[in-house]
């Protein structure tokens, strides 16, 4: 009766392998390296084929491939069409694959620059990273930029697998350069274990076996140093931290907050604490759809229910009660730009971090870094792929910790508020000042007893158009229709403000940002007055209208478009700024060499082409008094 013992063993077996530790790795490195084709060869030694797949490999590679009579083992993982034709590796591809001793789940990221977003994705979820390098080619921009991303992102276990080294003969000298190149590049990036080996992914030497063809390498092979490399999973250690990403009422006699524990551990009984909020509470169980548990660690996806009746929402974090996160409004952090339109500070953005979404903008671009020499550089922009240290404020306070303490709760993406595309991911360094140290002071008179007082209701009346649109000839004679009225009014000037407010920025990209922001935050001061303002600027981008329109509460935003086609506001050109832009004298001029995105949705749209400023003005105060805004 053998068939207990095939049970038995085949359960041991199986036992055996669930247990077996999980190394999640990256490949990345710089264009035609070899990193799909490294993974390939993986799969491949590892007998992890069927032979279907085997198959259509070799019909694939007589096809697609680039290595002759050969199998092209990285049509294994370059998945996408265009990545077959191109030969380049587009998206992030996961592939997974075990040995005797670990599983591991390895990222396929690009090489390409246009693709470093992806590169940082597949980094921001491993524990090791092989860097490869062309023996031919040596180390390129993108090995030196990968390097630091790897960094940044706290990857602290690298092999550089210099491949291709059938190429050069099996060089000793080649190979023995390059590492001492990047040793000394690299030598302040905090890695804590670093092996080097020559690899040829495509014929295997020294990735499963060593090779007969480098007896002068003494090291590990690849496999061998994957298997036992000892990559510590720490966030057992650290402080517990739950993102809240649902409540969960089921019924009424039910409320618990559902979430994956992402740092720490946490048991019934244990004293927590609402990081926004500050109300502490103690856990009074752990509900998972198998039963409650006696204790979550991170990873685990869990519903915690707590003791008290506690105001908590999707977006908060329920942290230990004595080791709290940081809860500020603003702080630095290291933040990699992924998007062609630059980054602008004083631009509106959402930053996404955990499960918590709020409005922010950059305050300042301390430095960028140069990738090829790591030297810290003034900047006043970020462009595609840059990497720099920048001060940014929250609209909201958010609890975070720095990512070098609790990685999960430091980390954070930029959206763009008009496109909603990723544009950026950062790491949190510190905290720049405290929510609890700054109030709004509570003031006896408000905006509505001020309002009230001038029978009227605040609003912003925005101009918007081209220069020469016509939009300071309108927003005088509505100011003087409305004084008529005895209506308490101010009107800001896009001429004006720049001799006294804004007399310090020009007109570049950044420097229009940073001139609407402060119209913004001066506007939202007459506004609290219980004014109407009046604001006539060309204010050419949507992101800074729309941040705008965000500034005010409901109804205190109306955005109004003076519509001149370009040659009527050409034509019009009372100052002479068309033919001095014509003529090249003016650089960055609206219409010109400067783009104009005009209003989507705008309250008031007033073809300024074909009407008076009369007419178009007599348009606006019958809107503010139909409206209610001259009550």
Not at 423 to 430: K, L, N, P
């Amino acid at each position: 009766m053998s068939l207990p013992a095939e049970i038995d063993t085949f359960a041991d077996y199986l036992s055996a392998h669930e247990n077996k530790s999980l190394l999640r790795f990256l490949t990345c490195g710089s264009v035609d390296d070899g990193k799909s084709t490294l993974i390939g060869r993986l799969l491949f030694d590892t007998k992890l084929l069927f032979e279907d797949q085997l198959a259509t490999l070799s019909n694939d590679s007589r096809k697609h491939g680039t290595v002759g009579e050969d199998l092209d083992f990285a049509l294994l993982v370059d998945g996408l069409a265009a990545e077959r034709e191109q030969g380049i590796t587009i998206d992030v591809a996961y592939r997974f694959f075990a040995t005797d001793k670990r599983k591991f789940i390895v990222a396929d990221t690009p090489g390409h620059e246009q693709y470093t977003r992806n590169m940082a994705t597949g980094a921001s979820n491993s524990d090791l990273a092989v860097i490869l390098i062309d023996a031919r080619q040596g180390i390129l921009t993108q090995t030196r930029r990968h390097s630091f991303i790897v960094s940044l992102l706290g990857i602290r276990h690298v092999v550089l697998a210099v491949n291709k080294i059938d190429l050069v003969d099996f060089s000793q000298e080649v190979f023995d350069q390059i590492v001492a190149d990047y040793v000394e590049f690299a030598k302040d990036f905090g890695f804590e274990t670093f092996l080097a080996v020559p690899l040829s992914a495509r014929f295997g030497d020294n990735m499963l076996e060593r090779s007969a063809r480098t007896p002068w390498y003494s090291g590990p092979t690849l496999v061998e140093h994957l298997e036992t490399v000892p990559v510590a999973d720490d966030a057992l250690a650290r402080p517990f931290r739950m993102p809240v990403q649902w409540v969960n009422r089921p019924n009424l006699d039910f409320r618990g907050f559902s979430g994956t524990v992402v740092s720490g551990s946490v048991r019934p009984g244990d004293p927590i604490v609402v990081a926004g909020s500050g109300r502490t509470s103690t856990v009074k169980s752990i509900v998972t759809k198998d039963g409650n548990l006696a204790k979550a660690d991170a990873g685990e996806a869990v519903t915690i229910t707590l003791a008290d009746e506690v105001d908590i929402s999707r977006g908060d974090i329920i942290a230990a009660a004595g080791a709290r996160p940081e809860v500020a409004d603003q702080f630095a952090a290291h933040l990699i730009w992924m998007h062609d339109d630059h980054l602008l500070p004083g631009r509106s953005y959402l930053i996404k971090t955990g499960t918590r979404t709020v409005s922010a903008s950059v305050t300042e671009i301390k430095h960028k870094v140069d990738v090829n020499s790591f030297q810290k550089l003034a900047a006043k922009q970020l462009g595609l792929n840059e990497v720099g240290v920048v001060n940014f404020a929250t609209q909201q306070p958010i609890a975070f910790d720095p990512f070098a303490e609790v990685p999960q709760t430091g980390a954070f993406i930029v959206i763009d508020r008009m496109s909603n595309l990723t544009v950026g991911a950062g790491m949190i360094d510190f905290g720049l000042r405290r929510a609890t140290n700054v109030h709004w002071q509570a003031l006896e008179v408000d905006k509505a007893s001020r309002a009230a007082m001038k029978f009227q209701k605040p609003v912003v009346l925005w101009f918007t158009g081209l220069s020469g649109a016509g939009k300071s000839t309108v927003a005088n004679i509505v100011e003087k229709k409305l004084h008529a009225l005895s209506r308490h009014t101010y009107m800001l000037d896009g001429d004006n403000v720049r001799h006294g407010l804004n007399k310090d920025l020009g007109f570049t990209e950044a420097d229009r940002v940073e001139n609407i922001r402060r119209v913004i935050e001066v506007s939202k001061l007459f506004v609290d007055a219980g004014i109407i303002v009046l604001t006539s600027f060309i204010s050419p981008f949507r992101a800074e209208r729309r941040q705008a329109r965000d500034s005010f509460e409901a109804g205190e935003f109306v955005e109004i478009f003076v519509d001149a086609p370009l040659d009527v506001a050409e034509q019009r050109d009372p100052k002479g700024l068309y033919k001095r832009a014509r003529e090249g004298l003016i650089k960055n001029f609206t219409g010109i060499d400067s783009p104009y995105e005009a209003p989507e949705n705008a309250e008031i749209h007033l073809s300024a082409g074909a009407r008076t400023p009369e007419e178009m003005a007599e348009e606006i105060v019958a809107y503010l008094t139909t409206n209610g805004y001259l009550a």
